[in-house]
């Protein structure tokens, strides 16, 4: 069989797609014989065979364990196609060419290793107990060979991420981290392999923080003795100094200079990290030693710097790079994770006492001499930007414009120096911001400085105003003139990115410097603008694009409207002269115009009416439409815009209208004809945006002009991203003005609007279209059926409302099945008792609608969203339960879910095999338990009231000791692991965060009185004593709260 499997395994990859998919099919057809995996194994372990065959023989292995090994794998297809006896051979000779066998090429280790972790996780420990012990017994032998070694240290961290429960973990972990530690800690060994084996303790950690909350005392116990003797090693590790550096031509070799440089800088990385990790896991554990760890790290990125320069300032080494396995080991990314941990370290207790300390006793030399100076010098030298950054930028401005909008930017250490001036800024506020004054005077009245120099320190300033006035924190008018001199040197110079730093800094400063500003902040918004046309740099020019979203809002209106139409122009003319579909213009650039020309409008929308504003903004999304961030920017300015075009009265509302309807249904015709979706979809939206928004009644000729589109749309398409808006379009029109839309015929079949409507309803209602294109649907029907009534629908309304019923019967996705439900619940609130008739009469697949729909209702009401829908079904309900309807009583739907302890994290398989189970109550009972809930939930507080108000009160508290907190072994930004909700959920919903961005429910008075009422009244029906008695301990609680 080898010989058959040889050439199959050749064709699989041959560069003709029938060779290969034939291949693929007769291996798949070969799965039930015995020798099939036997034969693949032995391929893979025979040192003749070319490699490329030897790894995909290894593949297909992986591939075929994972369908026919065991149900325990999430892949498995059903029937176990490798008896006992061959599994045993198997997982023998994989472990065995994973780790001890002689492999000359280490991606056959490699994938050798992922086969085993594959059979691990199905067979680990109960059908493969000797595994562990075989890898220890290697990692354990300092006479094994370095291939041996990396191969168990390969496996055995898969094993740690995916392989041991709670009670498997805690029998081995002594033996395992002992292990690990003689490993890492063995200076015979490669740097590297050393690396690795901190790599895989620290894999530990994610197991133990799972089993943390329910073993709190062992796990610190077993920690305390772990850091006892790894932190020793950490500290030596750090403090040891780098080895030579290779020249730039040795670097990538295999010599003993270069591979001991990349060791024990991968050695360095990996016990940072693993740092980082405990800091996360066990804060407390570090603090007593935290001032060590702050002084190593810092005397270790001090000594860096040279070395860093010289490799990524001045030379351009190649830079984030990693091995084989995963593990990092170029210098850039080591000084990366060690500005991360010194930022951290930075709030550690003990830390920060000292450094107050200092700056208190260095009383008004502490911003010149001292701590906070020379930490300020190793940012800003951290944060020169890089000779490959600078060809980058010079070639592509969107990477430039990357970093200042974070549409794409990687995190660097040009990025991590900011944060950590903006970790200073957040803790010491203006003696940070004069401290970075006065180093920022240093480097520019130096003549030796670089240009560089000079603009890593205007970086790191812009990045800590930034942050100030993202928290509203501004600093003085004397700070400000300081930095503006500074300023306007840095525009004034030859070369362009200190040009364009200078621009961008002066649109933040605008920001933060207050009214005292404002005649200055003028006179840079005149430069940009001047810029923008006259520079002949690209790279200033688009800093000046982006420096004025700070510029525009930061000055009064007064002085910004005049200038709006020079805004528009300057970015209209720069357009033209930017070929915005090529696909080599990435989305930066076109989100920096799409966000200025946002706010530019915004300071006085009526000029979208007298100028091409509107137009320009239209252009930049149709040529990114596939961009989902710009069209969502754009899309929500549009948005604003009609809302704020619309309180203006009917005759402007009439003018944009004008200027816009040509434009949107010009773009629907385009992307038809392109078959561009992505635009079509955009300006469906669009019209979504301006009907919703729109006045009552529509201007004249508003449906006649955009239903005929819609229309085309709804009755051909099946992309969701196109239906939903384009549902939603024709729902609003319905609404606004009933009387145009229902007078407007269909030019084509001449049909009336409401036959129209009805066929775009049975439409998405029909198994054509899936739950997710159909979701508006049933805000559609029941909007329709609440304005056309039965009068005008006829014998059309009971076939709708069938429709309805039918397709929420099977509907899956929660705001389908939500529109689906509104349907019935609007028209409950109209005629409950029609409603329960209507449904109790009609078949669902061969059973009466009443408990199909009301069970789905039930089940689904928890999830509702939308402030209107949630107090929509409520009353509902209420409505029902009111009725006393005995045909309701006996519908029996889902209760509460039954508890399954077993003490083990749920995997999907398991998920399969043992799903949920819930009890089994009657309709009336699921109403009370469901409004019940939707009482806590009106509150504002659902299952979280006096927890969370007294978090919410202490998070409030503006102690200067949150940092603090972070180092204490239950860190502050989760409260409680019961309530399932951080701090920064409570902040935001402090501070008027919606349902939909939080999870958590705004306090509604209105909806939380009719719930009181309802359920004072309910208490006095001779059967409301057996539904509350049927209900929880706690549902029971929240109701007698109601007193």
């Known amino acids: 069989m080898e010989q058959e499997l040889l050439s199959l395994l050749a064709d699989t990859q041959s560069p003709a797609a029938d060779t290969r998919k034939a291949a693929e099919l007769n291996l798949l057809r070969l799965y039930p014989n015995e020798s099939f995996p036997l034969s693949l194994l032995a391929i ?18 992986r591939t075929f364990i994972a369908a026919a090994w065991s149900p325990n794998l999430d892949e498995f297809k059903g029937t176990i196609l490798v008896n006992d006896v061959n599994k045993a051979q198997i997982r023998a000779s994989l472990l ?9 090429d280490r991606k056959i280790k490699s994938s050798a290793s992922y086969a085993v972790s594959k059979v691990a996780s199905a067979d680990f420990p109960e059908h493969w107990p000797e595994l562990l012990p075989a890898l220890l017994q290697i990692i354990n032998d300092v006479n094994c060979s370095a291939g041996a070694l990396h191969g168990a240290l390969k496996v055995l961290w898969d094993l740690v991420d995916t392989g041991f429960n709670e009670e498997q973990f805690f029998n081995v972990a002594r033996d395992l981290v002992s292990s690990l530690f003689h490993v890492a800690t063995n200076e015979a060994r490669k740097p590297m392999l050393r690396a690795l084996a901190v790599a895989v303790f620290r894999s530990c950690f994610d197991t133990l923080e799972m089993v943390l ?6 796990v610190k116990q077993f920690m305390d003795e772990v850091l006892a003797g790894w932190s020793p090693f950490f500290i030596s590790t750090l403090k040891a100094p780098l080895p030579q550096p290779p020249t730039e031509e040795e670097e990538p070799k295999e ?10 800088i991968g050695l360095k990385l990996q016990v940072a990290r693993t740092l980082m990790k405990i800091r996360m896991v066990f804060p407390g554990l570090l603090t007593n030693q935290s001032p060590v760890y702050f002084a190593t790290i810092w005397t270790e990125l001090s000594n860096l710097q040279p070395t860093y320069h010289e490799f990524y300032i001045n030379d351009e080494r190649q830079g984030r790079l990693e091995d084989v396995d995963g593990l990092p080991y170029t210098l850039d990314f080591l000084v990366l994770e060690e500005l991360d941990l010194i930022q951290t370290l930075l709030k550690a207790p003990p830390v920060k006492a000292e450094l107050l300390q200092q700056l208190q006793n260095a009383e008004q030399a502490a911003v010149t001499s001292g701590w906070l100076p020379e930490i300020l010098q190793l940012a800003g030298s951290y944060s020169h930007i890089t000779t490959e950054e600078e060809g980058l930028w010079d070639i592509d401005v969107n990477l430039f414009l990357s970093e200042e909008t974070s549409v794409t930017a990687n995190c660097t250490p040009r990025t991590c120096s900011g944060d950590l001036v903006i970790k200073l800024g957040e803790w010491l506020k203006s003696t940070a911001v004069e401290g970075l004054l006065a180093y920022l005077n240093r480097v520019f009245a130096d003549s030796s400085s670089s240009w560089k120099s000079r603009e890593s320190a205007l970086f790191i300033l812009n990045q800590l105003l930034r942050d100030f006035n993202e928290v509203d924190h501004q600093i003085s008018i004397e700070l400000a003139s300081g930095f503006s001199n500074l300023i306007q040197y840095a525009i004034q110079q030859e070369q362009e990115l200190l040009r364009a730093r200078g621009y961008l800094v002066a649109g933040v400063l605008a920001q933060v410097a207050g009214e005292a500003f404002q005649a200055t902040a003028i006179s840079y918004l005149e430069a940009v603008l001047k810029a923008i046309v006259d520079d002949p740099s690209e790279v200033v020019k688009v800093s000046c694009i982006r420096a004025l979203q700070d510029l525009m809002p930061s000055l009064p209106s007064h002085t910004t409207i005049p200038l709006q139409t020079s805004v528009v122009s300057a970015l209209s003319e720069f357009i033209a002269a930017h070929d915005l579909s090529d696909p080599t213009d990435s989305d930066d650039l076109k989100v920096t115009l799409a966000e200025t020309l946002r706010d530019t409008i915004m300071v006085n929308p009526s000029v979208v009416l007298s100028s091409a504003a509107i137009d320009v903004l239209f252009n930049i999304a149709s040529n990114g439409p596939t961009n989902f961030q710009l069209t969502m920017i754009v899309t929500e300015a549009f948005e604003d815009i009609v809302e704020n075009i619309s309180e203006q009265g009917p005759d402007a509302f009439v ?3 004008e200027k816009v309807l040509p434009s949107v249904t010009g773009a629907i015709d385009v992307g038809n004809l392109t078959e561009e979706n992505a635009l079509t979809n955009f300006a469906a939206d669009l019209l979504r945006a301006l009907t919703e928004r729109a006045l009552e ?6 449906v006649g002009t955009v239903m005929p589109k819609l229309t085309r749309l709804l009755l051909h398409s099946t992309d969701g991203e196109l239906i939903r808006p384009a549902t939603e379009a024709v729902r609003h029109m319905l609404s606004h003005d009933f009387g145009q839309f229902v007078a407007w015929h269909d030019p084509q079949s001449g049909k009336e609007a409401t036959e129209i409507v009805l066929m775009i309803i049975d439409r998405l209602l029909g198994p054509s279209v899936d739950d997710n294109a159909a979701t508006e649907v049933g805000q559609l029907a029941a909007e329709l059926v609440e304005r056309a009534g039965s009068e005008r629908l006829g014998p059309y309304l009971p076939q709708l409302l069938q429709a309805v019923a039918q397709r929420l019967a099977t509907a899956e996705q929660a705001p389908f099945i939500q529109s689906l439900i509104l349907v019935f619940a609007r028209l409950t609130l109209i005629s409950a008792r029609e409603v329960v008739d209507f449904l109790a009469q009609v078949d669902i697949g061969g059973q009466s609608g009443l408990p199909v729909v009301v069970g789905k209702w039930l089940e689904n009401s928890v999830n509702f969203a939308g402030y209107d829908e949630i107090k929509q079904n409520i009353i509902a309900l209420a409505t029902l339960y009111n009725l006393g309807d005995p045909r309701l009583t006996q519908v029996q739907v889902k209760g509460d879910l039954i508890i399954q302890d077993t003490g083990r994290i749920k995997t999907r398989s398991q998920a399969r095999n043992n799903p949920d189970r819930y009890t089994t109550v009657s309709a009336p009972l699921k109403i009370i338990k469901v409004l019940v809930e939707e009482l806590a939930a009106a509150s ?12 919410l009160d202490e998070a409030g508290s503006d102690s200067g000791d949150d940092d603090d907190d972070e180092w204490e072994d239950l860190p502050n930004d989760v409260l409680d692991l019961g309530l399932g909700v951080t701090k920064q959920e409570l902040m935001a919903f402090g501070e008027g965060g919606t349902e939909s961005v939080f999870g958590v429910r705004k306090r509604d008075d209105e909806t939380q009185a009719f719930l009181g009422d309802f359920f004072r009244h309910a208490s006095t029906q001779p059967e409301f004593g057996a539904l509350f008695a049927a209900l929880t301990a706690s549902e029971r609680e929240k109701l007698q709260s109601l007193g």
């Open 96 to 104: 065995a060419l994973a780790t001890t066998a002689e492999t000359a």
């Open 255 to 264: 010599s003993e200079i270069a591979s001991q440089w990349r060791g024990v």
């Open 655 to 657: 003018g944009l209208c």
């Open 44 to 61: 893979a372990s025979h040192g003749t065979v070319p490699v490329n065959l030897r790894q995909s023989a290894l593949s297909v292995l």
């Open 697 to 702: 009644p529509l201007p004249a000729g508003f």
């Open 213 to 218: 909350e329910q073993h709190k005392v062992q």
């Open 940 to 951: 504002g507080n659902k299952e979280i009231d006096a927890a969370a108000a007294a978090a």
